[in-house]
């Protein structure tokens, strides 16, 4: 009889609860979006026309200017977030396997296999490699004045 009676107690909350997650729009936002959304960070109507629906702004609304188009590397190298907020992974690659390659580091940076991609004794030999062959590390890291070299070189 107690397990009935605790049991009987246990179905009103556990209806409660179902009815109370079903309220939460946490659970229909779209993956895709970027992990500032996960934190509250991000204001939906910035892309959105509607909360309520999640119908997007026209394209137009987005500024993808001639100028933005040319330098959008910069953007994109700087917050790898930004263009997934919108724009699958493969996008790049619609220009990028055509008219140029992209970076490595930017083509295959969420592959885990990358994580360390030198060998034990970089910090030491790096500067021995990059005077043989300069091009090494910007094939890679890009330009001379990016964040990665920064971190060591000023």
């Not at 500024?63 to 997934?84: D, I, M, R, W």
């Amino acid at each position: 009889m107690r397990y009935v009676r605790g049991f009987l107690l246990f179905v009103p909350v556990l209806l409660l609860l179902t009815a109370c997650s079903g309220l939460s729009t946490r659970e229909s936002v779209p993956l895709r979006h970027p992990e500032e959304l996960e934190q509250g960070r991000v204001n939906c109507l910035e892309c959105h026309e509607d909360e309520t629906s999640g119908a997007l702004k026209p394209y137009g609304s987005f500024p993808h200017t001639a100028v933005f188009l040319k330098e959008h590397g910069s953007y994109a190298s700087q917050t790898q977030n930004l263009c997934s907020t919108c724009h699958s992974p493969s996008w790049c690659q619609t220009c990028h396997a055509v008219r140029e390659e992209l970076k490595p580091g930017i083509k295959y940076g969420n592959r885990p296999d990358l994580g360390l991609p030198h060998r034990g004794d970089f910090i030491i030999q790096h500067q021995k490699e990059g005077r043989i062959d300069p091009g090494s590390c910007l094939t890679c890291h890009g330009n001379r004045n990016n964040r990665v070299c920064g971190r060591c070189h000023h």
